[in-house]
């Protein structure tokens, strides 16, 4: 399956739904296998720092292949990925949020939330993926 922008749509609405049935405010972002921005969307009052974080979470995600949620892990002080955020012209978000979209193995896209806890915003982002 290929991610096109009605499917990218579906998947911002899902997080979006997910967010206010935890009565949060969240921007959601698809990108594709590239890392470019396909859908976006931001709750009417959501933080203003979540259109960044939130396509670079997705961006993350794509890029080291791994949820954000996971690659803090291995980016914390004597993981084995420690200074990845200072990497990847600082677009590397290294806190739960991000996701990627894998279809048949391969990844074809990623899904990032921002706006509320790393575990919310995980959340949100799983139900995005869910709705893939």
């Given at each position: 399956m290929t991610?096109?922008?009605a499917t990218a749509h579906?998947?911002?609405d899902a997080?979006?739904?997910e967010a206010?049935?935890?009565s949060i405010l969240v921007s959601a972002a698809v990108?594709?296998?590239g890392g470019h921005l396909v859908a976006f969307g931001r709750m009417d009052g959501a933080e203003i720092a979540g259109p960044v974080l939130a396509v670079d979470k997705a961006y993350t995600a794509v890029a080291n292949s791994i949820s954000t949620a996971e690659l803090a892990v291995?980016?914390?002080p004597g993981g084995e990925l420690f200074g990845l955020h200072a990497n990847g012209g600082g677009r590397f978000v290294i806190f739960g949020g991000g996701v990627p979209?894998?279809?048949d193995g391969r990844i074809v896209g990623?899904?990032?939330v921002s706006g509320a806890s790393a575990e919310d915003d995980a959340a949100c982002a799983q139900a995005g993926l869910r709705s893939f």
């Open positions: 991610l096109d922008l579906r998947i911002v997080a979006h739904a206010a049935r935890r990108v594709d296998s291995l980016a914390a979209i894998v279809s990623g899904v990032g």
